[in-house]
């Protein structure tokens, strides 16, 4: 008979583990503690302590303070990036044009802009006009050459070492790997 009910107790432990888990609470409070150990009153046994240990989930433990002290380590990371970065203006080749490409894109420019002055309702204008933009804007950062200043390795060493620590926090500050994930659940259940 002690048999069977350590065996009724362990499954009365794992369904409420089980129960907990679905429920996704974030916090265990203390009458499901005290329920938990009213419902195993075999305390002398190891498997039912472990069965309910397992069952105490232990609470996701965000902090702000670090998510967001993270958060602003990236950007000091970005930031030091960033200042070591050059860029420059280099001759721009759009379909095999070199030089200023720029001009030759000012001339269909000039037509739309010219053309919506004279009828602002011509699609043909705007067309002409929003297309040309969009080339000189290309054109313009297709141009840019952007490189990166020779620097020691302690300098990239210390630009670097605030990624690694900001993104750390930033996940520590989420609740850890339990807290991403919650965080993605709930995501996911809200774009259901």
């Known amino acids: 008979m002690r048999m069977k009910d350590e065996h ?51 609470p996701v433990q965000k902090s702000d303070l670090q998510f967001f002290g993270g958060i602003g380590l990236l950007l000091v990371g970005l930031f030091l990036l960033f200042n070591h970065v050059h860029v420059t203006s280099g001759y721009a080749s759009l379909w095999g044009w070199s030089g200023n490409s720029i001009g030759y894109l000012m001339l269909p420019f000039l037509l739309g802009v010219g053309w919506i002055f004279y009828n602002a309702k011509s699609v043909w204008g705007w067309l002409i006009s929003a297309v040309s933009l969009v080339m000189i804007v290309f054109s313009i950062i297709s141009g840019l050459r952007i490189w990166f200043a020779p620097i020691s390795m302690i300098d990239l060493m210390i630009m670097l070492v605030p990624f690694a620590i900001g993104a750390a926090w930033v996940l520590k500050g989420m609740g850890g790997p339990k807290g991403v994930d919650e965080a993605i659940r709930k995501q996911i259940g809200r774009n259901k």
Do not use: C, G
């Not at 107790?9 to 409420?16: D, G, I």
């Not at 329920?35 to 232990?58: F, G, H, I, K, M």
């Open 8 to 58: 009724i107790q362990k499954k009365l432990v794992e369904l409420e583990a089980a129960i907990l888990k679905e429920s996704k609470a974030d916090i265990v409070t203390p009458e499901v503690k005290q329920q938990t150990r009213l419902v195993t009153p075999a305390e002398n046994s190891s498997e039912l302590q472990t069965l309910r240990s397992q069952s105490d989930l232990n």
